[in-house]
């Protein structure tokens, strides 16, 4: 029983409409549901749902540990929560591709994104990365092509080509891509705006920028990002890194201090948290179902 009115063909269609308006899209990373229903609530264009964040937060590395079912699972949980589109992180297809799409898109995501890197993948951002020809990678983007059945499902290709092979390789290998169906190009780990006008420049397909932190590329504002040409621009991992910085202090003081009374501002309220989860809408259902009260008494 949830609140959400569009059903996952409408999403996508939203999302393919959104596109064609040539306006850049500002995807935030939601690491739950919860964190998903903000994300809406404040006015973002869609909600993704980062492969290293799954891992960080089952306690992993971000080296390809996370499994299909993982992966899967936490994506529905924060797809069908909310009216936005949601884009998922599918690292290097997992063992089959073709049920990876079908999976994906039964479960009622928007679009995903497969790299071409081998399965022990790494961070984009991390040296040693390791990459598969871009013939096999070719193979992989065709096979997901097919694999769909709502022509709206979009499937992006991401490349970690940038600080293997250097840029006009990496060019390079996208085209092919592009060629073997892939509708939106993720060029992993740019490093400045001549970078990302380089690649706007050579490249006829939508285009997804990277913006996290503490990473090889410039964080640069998401309008220098639209002037670029850009359509789409993903924080992935930040409000995972801004929630836990605040729990680990909190938790910190707490030890420390021997109560919570000195970082009750820091938390979210109860009266917010039941807002951003229609406690009362939810309430009110329940009186109309089961016609009892909510004062305890049947």
């Known amino acids: ?119 022990k993948k790494r961070c984009g951002h991390l040296e040693n990365k390791e990459l598969i020809p871009t013939k096999k990678m070719v193979k992989k983007i065709t096979e997901c092509v097919k694999a769909k059945k709502d022509k709206n499902f979009k499937i992006i290709a991401r490349s970690d080509a940038r600080n293997v092979e250097g840029l006009e390789k990496m060019i390079e290998r996208c085209k092919s891509y592009i060629d073997a169906g892939a509708e939106i190009i993720f060029p992993e780990a740019l490093k400045d705006e001549k970078e990302f006008e380089l690649v706007r420049k050579k490249l006829k397909s939508y285009l997804l920028a990277n913006m996290t932190e503490f990473g090889k590329s410039k964080l640069l504002n998401f309008k220098k990002l639209e002037n670029l040409g850009y359509n789409i621009v993903i924080y992935p991992v930040t409000t995972q890194r801004l929630a836990m910085k605040n729990v680990e202090d909190g938790l910190r003081a707490i030890f420390v201090d021997g109560h919570q009374n000195n970082i009750i501002d820091k938390m979210q309220t109860r009266k917010r948290l039941y807002d951003l989860v229609d406690y009362e809408k939810y309430n009110s259902l329940d009186e109309k179902i089961y016609n009892f009260s909510t004062d305890g008494h049947e």
């Open 1 to 119: 029983m949830h609140f959400v009115k569009k059903k996952p063909k409408e999403k996508r269609l939203d999302f393919d409409k959104k596109l064609k308006k040539n306006k850049i899209l500002r995807v935030p990373g939601a690491y739950n549901p919860l964190t998903a229903k903000l994300i809406e609530e404040i006015g973002y264009d869609a909600v993704y749902v980062s492969g290293g964040v799954m891992s960080n937060d089952l306690g992993y590395p971000d080296i390809g540990l996370t499994t299909l079912k993982d992966v899967s699972n936490r994506s529905m949980q924060i797809a069908r929560i909310t009216n936005l589109p949601t884009i998922v992180d599918i690292d290097t297809g997992f063992r089959s591709c073709k049920k990876t799409i079908r999976t994906f898109e039964k479960i009622g995501v928007t679009a995903v994104h497969i790299e071409d890197q081998i399965s």
